[in-house]
Each structure stands twice: as structure tokens, then as C-alpha cells.
């Protein structure tokens, strides 16, 4: 049987994935793989918006200065530089696809100025936006203009397993000819090679017991990016988004408040009605996200209260429901009317920072492998990403990655000789109630010991509770290998293990990782790096000859 094979195979259907394939078709074949329906992923859920210089009294190196401090001090000038630069271009690119971005008084089909709002750690309003459901406005045009192109090939319900990579042309290189693909309808793994690939499979917040990603967040980029032999940086750096809606009927998944209601007044208070951030940062509601998320669980333990509350009432019912009509039909949904009562809220687990280690051509250490979006560790987020820096993000290194892999393809050739495991038919599932134990342990955890506020007990407690979850996980899907709920489960073990191990590096407290034992931020900022054992060529790979 002839293996299938592709100029470029694209992991992940997001605005990064998507982004790529439509910056890539009119001059090479592409194919998309994701693992659900295309519009299943984190970007359609992305409420708040994007941020980009649009407006006279704002300029970039503003938006530079706000993420740097954002980050902590960790950030890579160098990369936010040139995400900030590009972002109105980003946001032109969309509008040409026909995104509807809002306008200033309301109206998504006018052709005035955008309408921007102001989000948590900005000085500036730059967050360009489509109401409050931005990630499905995005999402909805990225789509369409993917199915309708004819070199795009889109394999829906097909789930990355590995990389496949073979020994490149210097010595000590190696490199990415393609990926085995399972197809989750008839269970069977097959092998595709590609002259390119891309990882674009978004973060791994779904490792936490209680977050706002959607079920397919489960870290497969980062973790098959780390077995093939990549460097992964800054994964201690888990982002919790301090406003997610509070209903503990729900379980484990909960819904996201944007941070736009908190930049348009919103005010979070105690039970009593007690403002809550003026006692933790001058900038009080507005400032960054570990910083809120932090003073949230602060007063949640002191207290000892389930939540906080959300308070945007005073803006007036009919400016609520114009401006937040998603949340506010929402909440309705649940019983909850934000225009006559207070929103409980609680962190949850968002957004992964760190990643597999980048350029800013988005290559990574495999030749011909990229990463983009929340799956790569630019240098941009640095130790606690900015509000609406990650669409951003997905946009600007997708055209990176487009414009390199554009230049290199005339060059580059398949791989048939590659060091693959064959296709392979269906194997039974694993064991059902192991597969659930394991998976609701290392979640659990990991909330408990690896969450907002850590101490060194803690994490070696999670070490060694996640170590044992994956080698199990790793013997299972030796015999098991068509079981996606295994698939995911090895995935995750591998990037909490990853998680933990950055966490324990990092000897001081320092935007999101906040640790009882050194609760001073060092002076001297370093990334978390961490280098596999299996990476035998050297650390300057990712610049690729040609």
C-alpha cells in the first residue's frame, strides 16, 4: 500500500494551523489534521479579542513595554518586537478573509474605525474584537476559506500519534519527513510523509482537573515534539484565568469571562461586596492575569469562600447585553443574569506559556518540523502572557512559518526511507476503569500540587505520582495503540511531567509560578530549558542550512 504524502502536513485546526494552510495553498499542497470537527479547539472559544496597534494615541513600542512587563521580565525583546510590529497587518489579513470585526458605534458591517477594548496589563486600548465571541468570529471565516480551497486537504478525526524523522544530511542533524496519523473512525495508524510539518495543536491545560480548554487541549504537539528530540522551554508558566464562571454542577469544565468585562468596569469583589484587587495592585481590575489570579485565590483561602464575584452591573443592562451578549445569554443559560446580579468566579487553567522551542521563523529543533500558537515557545509570553497576545501570536508565526517554508520547498524533497513503525491495523482499547483512574490522578495532581500558589514538597509529591502514570500509560499504548483516551493520557503524563520538571529548575517566584519556598524573584531572568536525552545534534539546529 503506498504511504500517503503531502508538500505540507499542518497538526491542528486553530487560527495558528488554519492561518498557515491558507498562507501556504495557492503555491503547494496542504493538509490539515485535527482530531475532532475543524472548529473544535481553543481558538473558537477566545472571547476577548486581538491586540494590535490601530489607534493615534497608542504605537508599538507602548504595546511592547506592557508585555514586556506582563511577562515578568522573562520575555524575549527580540520576539516582541516582532509580534508587535505585525499585528496591524494581522488584523488587515483578517478583515481582507472577512472577518467582522466590531466598529466603533457597534456596528460589525460599517466600514469606520474598529471599535478597540482595553484588557488586563494594556495601557492602551488595542484589543480589536468581534462582540464578545471573537475565537468563533475568527474561527467561522478561517474555516470556510479552508474547506473551499482546493489544495487544501483537511483530515478531520485523525489524531497525530508521532513524528516520524530520519538522520538529515550533516552530520548529528535530524530531521521530520512526516507523522503517523490514527484514524479515529476505523482505529487504524497510518503513516504520512511530508516534504514539511507543522505543530499547531494549541497548549495542555486540559492537564489541570478544573479549566476552561476544550477537551481536545490535551499537549500533543508539545508531548510528540519531545520524544522525537526537541528542546521544550518555560512549561511551569501555566496561565490560570482568574474569571471563570463559577457552577460546580458542571464539573470539571467551566466557562470563561472574558477579561473585556473587567476592561469595560467590571469590579471584583468578596461576598460581602468589598472591592478585591485594590489591596494587591495599583492597577487594581486591570492588572496582569497571574497577578489577579493570585489575589483570587489568596482571598478564596483566607476566607474560606468557594469564589469571588464579578460585578459589571453598574454599567447598565443595556450596555451589558450590547456589549457582552455571548456571556450575558450564557449566564442566562445557567440561571445567572449579569445585568442584576454579581458573576461568582474562580481561576481556572488557560493558557500554556512556554512550549516547544522556536525561532522566529518558527523552526524548531527537527529539520523542516515548525511549531506555531500556543504548541511553541517563542519568547513572547515570557512568565505570564498578556490579554490577547495569543491570537496574535498564531497569526504573526504563522506567516513567519509560511514565508520560510515557502522559501525552502523548491529544495526540499519526501523522505520514503524514513525510520518509521509500519501502518498498522486496530488494536483492542485499553482497560476502561485503569485508563479513568490514571487520567483523573494526574489531573487531580496536578490541580492540587501544581497549581497557582506551589512549594517544593509539593511538586517532588507530583513528580512522582506523574512518573508512575506515565510509564503506565507508556506499556499500555504498546499494546493498545489505537486508543485515542490512551493516546491522550500519555500525552498529558508527558507534558505534566514536563511541567513539574521546569517548575522545580526555577529556584524564585516569578510571574505565574509562585513557589512558598522562594518567593523572591531572582535578578538575574533565565529560561526553564530542558534538553531530551535523545538530542545528540547540536543546540543551534533549528538554523537549518537552505
Not at 64 to 76: K, M, S, Y
Not at 220 to 244: K, Y
Not at 254 to 283: K, Q
Request: proline share 5%.
Amino acid at each position: 500500500m503506498t504511504t500517503p504524502s503531502t508538500d505540507v502536513l499542518i497538526i491542528g485546526s486553530g487560527a495558528a494551523g488554519l492561518s498557515l494552510a491558507l498562507r501556504l495553498a495557492e503555491a503547494c499542497e496542504v493538509t490539515v489534521v485535527c482530531k475532532a470537527s475543524l472548529d473544535e479547539g481553543s481558538t473558537r472559544y477566545a472571547q476577548g479579542g486581538i491586540s494590535a496597534v490601530l489607534d493615534a494615541t497608542d504605537s508599538v513600542a507602548s504595546h511592547i513595554e506592557d508585555t514586556l512587563v506582563a511577562g515578568a521580565g522573562l520575555c524575549d525583546p527580540e520576539a516582541v518586537r516582532f509580534t508587535a510590529e505585525r499585528g496591524a497587518a494581522a488584523i488587515a489579513w483578517l478583515s481582507a478573509l472577512g472577518v467582522a470585526f466590531t466598529r466603533q458605534g457597534g456596528d460589525s458591517a460599517s466600514a469606520g474605525p474598529f471599535h478597540l477594548t482595553r484588557e488586563g496589563g494594556h495601557s492602551h486600548r488595542r484589543v480589536v474584537h468581534a462582540a464578545d465571541a471573537t475565537g468563533k468570529a475568527v474561527s467561522d471565516v478561517l474555516h470556510a476559506a479552508c474547506r473551499a480551497h482546493p489544495h487544501i486537504r483537511l483530515l478531520e478525526r485523525h489524531m497525530a500519534v508521532d513524528l516520524i524523522t530520519r538522520d538529515g544530511p550533516r552530520r548529528g542533524e535530524r530531521m521530520c519527513v512526516g507523522a503517523q496519523l490514527l484514524d479515529l473512525d476505523i482505529g487504524a495508524v497510518q503513516s504520512w510523509h511530508a516534504r514539511s510539518v507543522a505543530l499547531a495543536t494549541g497548549g495542555a491545560s486540559r492537564v489541570y482537573l478544573y479549566t476552561s480548554n476544550p477537551e481536545v487541549a490535551t499537549g500533543d504537539g508539545i508531548a510528540m515534539a519531545w520524544r522525537a528530540g526537541c528542546r521544550v522551554a518555560n512549561l511551569e508558566f501555566m496561565q490560570f484565568h482568574p474569571t471563570c464562571l463559577y457552577l460546580p454542577a458542571q464539573g470539571s469544565r467551566v466557562f470563561l469571562v472574558s477579561e473585556a468585562v473587567r476592561g469595560e468596569g467590571g469590579r471584583l469583589v468578596l461576598p460581602d461586596g468589598t472591592p478585591l484587587m485594590d489591596r494587591f495592585d495599583p492597577r487594581g481590575d486591570l492588572a496582569p492575569r497571574d497577578i489577579v489570579a493570585r489575589a483570587i485565590d489568596h482571598e478564596m483561602k483566607r476566607l474560606g469562600i468557594p469564589c469571588v464575584y464579578l460585578d459589571i452591573r453598574h454599567r447598565g443592562a443595556d450596555f451589558i447585553r450590547a456589549h457582552f451578549p455571548t456571556i450575558h445569554a450564557q449566564c442566562l443559560a445557567w440561571g445567572l443574569d449579569m445585568t442584576e446580579q454579581p458573576l461568582p468566579v474562580v481561576p481556572a487553567a488557560h493558557y500554556t506559556c512556554g512550549g516547544v522551542v522556536t525561532d522566529l521563523r518558527a523552526r524548531t529543533d527537527l529539520k523542516n518540523l515548525y511549531a506555531i500558537g500556543e504548541t511553541a515557545h517563542t519568547g513572547l509570553h515570557g512568565a505570564n502572557r498578556m490579554a490577547s497576545n495569543s491570537l496574535l501570536e498564531c497569526l504573526v508565526f504563522a506567516e513567519a512559518a509560511a514565508d520560510d517554508i515557502h522559501a525552502r520547498l523548491p529544495g526540499l524533497s519526501l523522505i520514503a526511507d524514513a525510520d518509521e513503525a509500519p501502518s498498522s491495523a486496530p488494536k483492542p482499547c485499553a482497560e476502561t476503569v485503569t485508563l479513568h483512574h490514571n487520567w483523573m490522578e494526574l489531573r487531580r495532581a496536578m490541580w492540587d500540587y501544581v497549581g497557582i500558589v506551589r512549594s517544593e514538597e509539593r511538586l517532588l509529591r507530583a513528580q512522582r505520582r506523574v512518573a508512575l502514570i506515565r510509564s503506565e500509560a507508556e506499556v499500555q499504548w504498546t499494546g493498545h495503540n489505537s486508543d485515542p483516551d490512551l493516546l491522550e493520557l500519555r500525552n498529558l503524563a508527558t507534558v505534566a511531567e514536563l511541567i513539574v520538571r521546569c517548575a522545580l529548575q526555577r529556584r524564585e517566584s516569578r510571574g505565574l509560578h509562585y513557589t512558598l519556598d522562594h518567593p523572591q524573584t531572582d535578578p538575574h531572568a533565565r529560561d526553564s530549558v530542558l534538553i531530551p536525552d535523545a538530542l545528540s545534534f547540536p543546540l543551534h539546529a533549528m538554523h537549518w542550512e537552505g
